[in-house]
């Protein structure tokens, strides 16, 4: 999904910066794209290609590579979020052809990269990375060999390739262009005087311009200094496209633009949910064979983590509990130490993490190690503390995440808890084969699943803060699974919207909080299956009975709540997993516009870091 490509032509002064830095400055733009590896390719005034790439985020490797120095009049750059290929200097873009003259950027997959690149090293080319992206500059040179300018060897070789790419090359032979295609990735010119950008995103080069060409599925072209040249094609030839109705001015500013027209990073997260969750799903089959191994052998499994991502752990535990029938448990990371103890081997401890830095779960790690247990990181950045100290480590690929408040990550970090405990269950036969293969199929339905609660509630949501913003306290109530749900519910609320929000198990609520109750007080019930509604209704009529202002998040079979309460989110049904990842949704909802109602800026409430690295 992420990785950010930019590329920069100018005539000699129209930018009165050194390309290095110009390109560094766009590159960090798009760091919300990805940020393990960093690199560009710039060809110098004596038509030298220059290529300074390494793992490590912008800031750090530009420093180390004296990206600022380098100058000339064309250049590439990317920021990459590994997809194939660990992140490391030599995955890192642009790659180049075999002797160095063709560089190359990308955001996509390459799906059949690996036939291209068996063809090609049968033609005697020489790979240096595990990327998909190589096969690119190999064919153009390829291409080249047999007779081809640059343009129609690019071309070419766009015609093989099979996945999503949006590219930027260029080539020493032709140093006034670059090359660009797009295939699915975004990708879209800035146009300038004297100048032309070709990025992922607007951001990379809104400081420059706002003039901008938006490139279409399929089109491909180069941009010179002065000149765009669009075609696409047309039956079994490439048709120049005609695109002068096309290019408008934005009136965003940097920040707007990066937040992709959302008025919020928290609101733009909580819509990216179906992408993040479908690119997580979509890269879990090949991490996670060595982490079901140990989760199978496993005497007891302890989740740690810290506020979302212990709502998150308290989600696997239940799941690893019931569908897989072990031995598991959730503990918050900074209590950790005292629940240990009794740790060795033979123990699984699982460390969740989004920021893989957070201080406390690290020292949990540190001590379950030392005990003797085996450590599995969950985490959305690769290669950050937690993984790197970890035995094994498995990834979310939610994209970087800039709202303080968890929202993406945390529905992302279920979703693969449920599918290892779902693995688990296959491989310990504790659940039928059938209800396995059906729990996974309502896992990979999520992302269109997550999709339309957002279209359906999020008006309704709204209504909900509209009232929600005179109200000082809530109640989140629920059972089982439904639990952390609530708990994580009233986690936003409270961080974002400042509104004293508890959670509580709906059958202990009548064990002292109903005390509390007076009219109008908010009280949100949430329930996954129809296991929870007898039960959650008679906590309903005692809420009611005291005047309680009642909400339910409730799968639409179950019709006793739902009709029960004064305001009700009708959720699809779903299997428990599915469910455990998509009833967060209408909670982030309310919270989000609560905060907004309040005029608060819910991506950086006060007080809160995104990253907690003190204990
Ligand atoms: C809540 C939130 C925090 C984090 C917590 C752990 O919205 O974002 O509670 O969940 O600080 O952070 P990570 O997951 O980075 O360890």
């Known amino acids: 999904m992420a990785c950010g490509i930019v590329g920069v032509v100018t005539r000699s002064g129209a930018l009165r910066r050194r390309l290095g830095l110009i390109i560094r400055d766009s590159l960090k733009r798009l760091e919300y794209r990805g940020y393990d590896s960093v690199g560009f390719a710039i060809i110098t005034a004596e038509g030298k290609l220059v290529v300074r790439k390494s793992k490590g985020m912008i800031d750090k490797v530009s420093r180390k590579l004296g990206f600022d120095e380098v100058d000339g009049l064309v250049g590439i750059g990317h920021t990459r979020w590994a997809t194939h290929g660990v992140p490391s200097d030599v995955n890192a873009h642009p790659h180049t052809d075999c002797v160095g003259t063709i560089a190359v950027v990308h955001n996509g997959i390459i799906e059949n990269y690996e036939e291209l690149r068996d063809m090609l090293v049968r033609r005697g080319h020489r790979f240096v990375s595990n990327t998909d992206t190589e096969v690119v500059p190999h064919l153009m040179e390829e291409f080249k060999r047999s007779g081809?300018?640059?343009?129609?060897?690019?071309?070419?070789?766009?015609?093989?390739?099979?996945?999503?790419?949006?590219?930027?090359?260029?080539?020493?032979?032709?140093?006034?262009r670059i090359y660009f295609a797009r295939g699915t990735s975004p990708l879209v010119i800035g146009i300038g005087d004297g100048f032309n950008f070709i990025a992922s995103d607007i951001p990379a080069f809104l400081e420059y311009t706002r003039k901008i060409l938006v490139l279409h599925d399929g089109e491909l072209g180069y941009v010179t200094a002065s000149r765009i040249h669009l075609e696409r094609r047309s039956g079994d030839s490439w048709a120049p496209v005609d695109f002068s109705g096309r290019v408008r001015l934005v009136e965003w500013t940097v920040e707007m633009a990066m937040k992709g027209g959302y008025p919020h990073f928290m609101l733009k997260e909580i819509h990216e949910q179906p992408n993040a969750v479908a690119s997580t799903l979509a890269g879990l089959e090949d991490q996670v064979g060595a982490v079901v191994d140990a989760l199978v052998k496993a005497e007891n499994i302890i989740l740690v983590g810290a506020g979302t991502s212990y709502h998150a752990s308290r989600l696997g535990a239940l799941l690893l509990s019931n569908v897989a029938g072990k031995m598991a448990s959730a503990i918050i990371s900074?209590?950790?130490?005292?629940?240990?103890?009794?740790?060795?081997?033979?123990?699984?401890?699982?460390?969740?993490?989004?920021?893989?830095?957070?201080?406390?779960?690290?020292?949990?790690?540190?001590?379950?190690?030392?005990?003797?247990?085996?450590?599995?990181?969950?985490?959305?950045?690769?290669?950050?503390?937690?993984p790197r100290e970890s035995d094994l480590a498995i990834y979310t690929r939610a994209g970087p995440e800039i709202g303080v408040a968890a929202t993406k990550t945390f529905t992302t970090q279920v979703a693969v808890l449920a599918y290892l405990a779902l693995r688990v269950a296959e491989r310990l036969g504790s659940l039928g084969r059938g209800r396995v293969a059906e729990m996974i199929a309502d896992l990979r339905r999520l992302p269109e699943v997550i999709a339309s609660i957002i279209a359906i509630h999020e008006a309704r949501a709204r209504r909900v803060a509209s009232r929600m913003v005179s109200c000082a306290n809530a109640f989140y109530l629920g059972r089982g699974y439904a639990l952390p749900i609530a708990m994580e519910g009233a986690l936003k609320l409270k961080e974002i919207a400042y509104v004293h929000a508890e959670a509580y198990p709906a059958g202990e609520s009548k064990h002292g909080p109903i005390a509390l109750i007076e009219e109008g007080f908010p009280v949100v019930f949430t329930a996954l299956g129809s296991h929870d509604g007898r039960l959650l209704r008679s906590n309903i009529e005692e809420m009611r009975a005291r005047l309680a202002w009642t909400l339910a998040v409730a799968p639409a079979t179950l019709q006793e709540v739902l009709r029960a309460v004064d305001v009700s989110f009708r959720m699809p049904p779903l299997t428990e997993a599915a469910a455990a990842v998509a009833y967060i949704v209408p909670h982030q909802l309310i919270a989000y516009y609560t905060a907004v109602r309040k005029g608060l800026d819910p991506d950086k409430p006060r007080n809160l870091a995104k990253t907690v690295t003190v204990v």
């Not at 300018?149 to 006034?176: N, Q």
Request: charged share 25%; glycine share 6%.
């Open 334 to 386: 900074s209590e950790a130490s005292w629940h240990l103890k009794p740790v060795g081997e033979g123990d699984v401890v699982i460390a969740v993490s989004q920021s893989g830095e957070t201080i406390d779960t690290l020292l949990a790690v540190r001590e379950a190690k030392e005990r003797g247990a085996t450590t599995i990181a969950l985490s959305n950045v690769v290669d950050s503390a937690i």
């Open 148 to 176: 081809l300018s640059t343009y129609e060897a690019f071309r070419r070789s766009v015609e093989l390739l099979e996945g999503a790419y949006a590219l930027a090359v260029i080539d020493v032979s032709t140093p006034d």
